[in-house]
């Protein structure tokens, strides 16, 4: 089993940026992928930025340019940069990763409003 603990989110103005942090703990050593899914009511969760541990990225077309995803491997970390933040940013980030599992972290709330 994997533990995944975020931390980071809040409340931010429109341009305003916010960098999102998720720790892993547990089973770590099998890990590959690491990254941040996001969700707003009645929407499904959708990808914003994943990492392998090769350092492989998916990047969702939304957020390119103003997010960067970055990897901690020495401390099973994995963060979220976001710059140029926009009101329809505003959701439920979780914390994902997998091995032959997929494991999530509780959910931060990120709010970009005025």
């Known amino acids: 089993q994997v533990q995944l603990v975020e931390s980071g989110g809040g409340l931010v103005q429109p341009g305003g940026s916010l960098r999102l942090s998720c720790a892993a703990s547990?089973?770590?050593?099998?890990?590959?992928?690491m990254g941040w899914f996001r969700q707003t009511p009645g929407k499904p969760r959708e990808l914003v930025a994943v990492?392998?541990?090769?350092?492989?990225?998916n990047i969702a077309d939304s957020v390119k340019g103003r997010f960067t995803i970055s990897r901690d491997n020495a401390k099973n970390t994995v963060y979220l940069q976001m710059n140029g933040l926009k009101p329809e940013d505003t959701a439920i980030y979780y914390c994902?990763?997998?091995?032959?599992?997929?494991?999530w972290g509780q959910g931060i709330q990120v709010t970009v409003s005025s």
């Open positions: 547990g089973s770590i050593f099998s890990i590959d992928a």
């Open positions: 994902y990763s997998a091995d032959s599992s997929t494991y």
């Open positions: 990492m392998t541990s090769g350092g492989g990225t």
